[in-house]
């Protein structure tokens, strides 16, 4: 399971533009993980590359269950 404070996290990704394009620049996984944690712990937050590993799998998951 998703810690609560990356959803939060994400919530605030989805509503900041400018940070949704800065994390979209980044095609490498690993890299973007990393930028993900950083970004969330420059702003507050408490999560970990897992949990954004863990929300990576299960976003993949639901789209594999609804298009194929």
Do not use: C, P
């Amino acid at each position: 399971m998703t810690s609560n404070s990356f959803e939060q996290f994400r919530e605030m990704v989805f509503a900041d533009q400018a940070l949704q394009s800065q994390l979209r620049e980044l095609v490498d996984r690993d890299e973007f993980i990393k930028r993900v944690v950083e970004v969330g712990v420059a702003r507050g937050f408490n999560f970990n590359d897992k949990d954004v590993q863990h929300a990576i799998l299960e976003g993949r998951r639901a789209w594999n269950e609804r298009y194929l």
